[in-house]
């Protein structure tokens, strides 16, 4: 029988762990006895409904924790729907600590709420600014808000995990009208996310190491981001393992050179980005261009902007998001029609070097009416036109011929409640 220890849930865990922090850092840790910790709750959250005007099975994800598509002809609340409670803890003004919990659909089906947040901050000096523990993956622009619904224009489509383990250092000073951060990490990604397999990819372990050069002036915030991933995706799922093994077989000609093609264990990855975006109060605007490069795999490229103008309560707002990259499938060498089980592999071996790529656009129209100072409600239409797409389910991808793929189309109506308290 297992001990209590062992029975505790992961968030119980971080939550006696946060205890202990306020333990840490209340007046018995160094603040004075007039000055006790202050503690602050707040939270957000979405309920969210989405329709697939699809007629032939295939679904959409806003997201890829999510388990699986939004179903074709009928309305999904998984897709967007989400709770997170956060707590601040500040001791005084150089030291405090941060925990947030999320619920929201996952790559398991369930609604079990994740840890995302849980790190000290410490401020040495007014102009530094240090963090240790589980933080928010800052990828893009603005990249830390994107679970707070409300914080954003839109509904977002993002494509990697949310949380990572590790430090952070940011350093931040006045420069002419504005003021200059720089910020570097050094994490471990946190999470799992559903690709095209049957079990979902395990992305904890991938090493990151970024750095994010950022100047804001009065509504304008301009930011540059390089990094380097090293690969991590724990066990195969059967099916791909089984692909991995028949492709190792010397009576495959070209096997070992797609599957040193299709390995993802510690395959490094480079990113660089430049995104811009504009806050006058009534015009807001955000857009982000990127490239993600590894060796022996085509580079994979990103253009994404949404902008929106207040009028009255009401903001009507559009977004754009395309990614390509060159395709240079590779075939196994056997001829098609030898036989059932090889045609089947020569099938497979394509479908999974499709499955790495991205080849989509997304158009978006929307709308955002204010009902309070802290409550939208958002109506959203997503034109999506797609080849190799990591946010669309579509089983026939993998039975279809890959190498002539065209693209394929469908649209996705989205309306949301969002909050923050």
Known sequence: MSSPVQQRSPIGNAVRAFLAMLTLLGPGGG??????????????????????DNRDGTGFRRDVIVSSGAPARRWSFGQDSKLGVQADLRHDDTLGATLQVISRNRYDTGYTPELTWAFVKWMPRPDLTLRAGRLGVEFYILGDTTEIGYANLGLPTTQYPISADGVDAEWMTPMGAGTLRLKGQLTRLRGKMRMYAEQPGDADGTRVADLHLEYAQGPWLGRVTAGRLTVHVGPLDPSVQALYDALASPAVPRGAEIRDLLTLEGRVQSYVGAGLGYDSGSLRFLGYAGTLSSPGWADVHLLKAQAGYRIGEFTPYAGYLRQWTGRGLIETGIPMGFSAATDTLNQAALAAQAAVKANQTIATLGLRYELSRNTALKFQVDSVRYQDSPNVVDPSLLTTDVAGRGFKSMTIYSTALEFVF
């Not at 603040?31 to 697939?52: C, I, M």
Request: overall charge negative; proline content about 9%.
């Open 31 to 52: 603040a004075r006895a007039d000055e006790p910790p202050a503690l602050t709750l707040s939270g957000f959250g979405t309920l969210g409904a989405v329709y697939n």
